[in-house]
């Protein structure tokens, strides 16, 4: 099973075809606002009638009562994952997996993770601006602890947090990690990055990874590059 998923933040239709026709097996990718605000949930269903799994990025905020009905409708197109917010609460989060079931295809409803602070969230941001104090590795620790407790399925960390969001929460609990960056590759807006070989001695359970491959020059080697890293013992 593919560790690495892919994120089609491209801005076209062709882009993602021309991507996607690329790869002879399915993949895992993301599919998040750009593309689902340009062009609707029609995209997700392509997509996924392609064969690939799909981890549907729209990071929901809101009341509980406005995300469980979302939630609901999220549900019946049938993506293997969805996510929110942790920062809604406890009661958001209960809200959105009670959605989730009500609206699961043949009673399986798909995986929600939280996230927890955002890979571009530096330490500094998250003290000053966000007016959160502590440290971001504890703070993420909590809010994965507080996903958890809510019934939710993982989160969305740095690969620093990993390990020790899966010593306080369990290995089933799922970890998924974006800010990936190759050794030479620049971190644009990321702040919290690392390479995929250290999310693999982290423990990752899933990579997110965009430009790294899809601004590639060649994206199917870099794909099959990093998956291979991540596969090894
Ligand atoms: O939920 C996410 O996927 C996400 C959470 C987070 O904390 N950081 C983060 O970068 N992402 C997403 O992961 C992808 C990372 O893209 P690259 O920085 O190009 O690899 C983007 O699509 C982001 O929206």
């Not at 790869?23 to 689902?36: N, Q, S």
């Not at 974006?178 to 919290?192: E, F, H, V």
């Not at 601004?215 to 596969?231: F, N, R, V």
């Amino acid at each position: 099973m593919s560790k690495t998923i892919v994120a089609l933040d491209f801005s076209t239709r062709k882009e993602v075809y021309e991507f996607l026709l690329k790869f002879h097996e399915p993949v895992y990718v993301k599919i998040g606002m750009e593309l689902t605000y340009s062009f609707g949930f029609e995209i997700v269903r392509e997509v996924k009638a392609m064969g690939h799994q799909i981890f549907l990025d729209l990071k929901l905020h809101d009341i509980p009562n406005t995300v469980k009905q979302a939630m609901k409708n999220l549900a019946k197109l049938d993506v293997d994952i969805v996510n929110l917010h942790a920062a809604g609460g406890s009661t958001m989060m209960k809200a959105a997996i009670e959605g989730l079931k009500e609206g699961a295809i043949n009673g399986k409803r798909p995986l929600c993770i939280a996230v927890t602070q955002l890979t571009s969230t530096s330490q500094e941001a998250m003290n000053k601006e966000l007016l959160i104090p502590g440290n971001v590795q504890d703070v993420v620790i909590d809010y994965a602890k507080l996903a958890k407790e809510s019934g939710l399925d993982g989160v969305v960390c740095s690969v620093h947090e990993a390990k020790a969001i899966h010593e306080a929460c369990g290995d089933d609990f799922l970890t998924v990690t974006p800010g990936i960056r190759l050794a030479d590759d620049s971190a644009d807006d990321q702040k919290r990055v690392a390479t995929p070989a250290y999310a693999r001695e982290q423990g990752c359970d899933y990579i997110v990874v965009g430009r790294s491959i899809t601004k590639s020059a060649d994206p199917l080697s870099t794909y099959h590059q990093i998956e291979a890293i991540m596969e090894e013992a």
